[in-house]
């Protein structure tokens, strides 16, 4: 069993940068791989970034490469998103989610979600 909680959102204005962080329980932190998906209103949920177990495989969406970078601390049993150049459109709570194994883009192959946090970004 994996619980995770998500930190760091708040309200910007566009330009800004901004990270938010996940933290997870349980000893087997570096066997998950990690994502963040992003849900705005009336909008499915979509796949923002993803790293492996390893930190070897790191993926993102198009519509934020180059903007935002994902990183994971196994000593501290975290993950992190950065964000700089925000826009109003990356505006959307944000979901920490975790999966034994392979990194996968679908958020139907995740087990464990975060409660996730509101990042708002002002033009």
């Known amino acids: 069993q994996v619980q995770l909680v998500e930190s760091g959102g708040g309200l910007v204005q566009a330009g800004d940068s901004l990270r938010v962080s996940c933290e997870a329980s349980?000893?087997?932190?570096?066997?998950?791989?990690m994502a963040w998906f992003r849900q705005a209103p009336g909008k499915e949920r979509e796949f923002v970034a993803g790293?492996?177990?390893?930190?070897?495989?790191?993926s993102y969406a198009d519509s934020v490469k180059g903007r935002f970078t994902i990183s994971r601390d196994n000593a501290k049993n975290a993950v992190y998103l950065q964000m700089k150049s925000l826009k109003p459109e990356d505006t959307a709570v944000y979901y920490c989610?975790?999966?034994?194994?392979?990194?996968?883009?679908?958020?139907?192959?995740?087990?464990?979600w975060g409660q996730g946090t509101q990042v708002t970004v002002s033009s």
């Open positions: 790293i492996g177990w390893s930190a070897g495989t790191i």
């Open positions: 989610a975790a999966r034994l194994g392979y990194l996968f883009s679908e958020g139907g192959r995740y087990d464990y």
């Open positions: 349980g000893r087997t932190f570096s066997q998950y791989s």
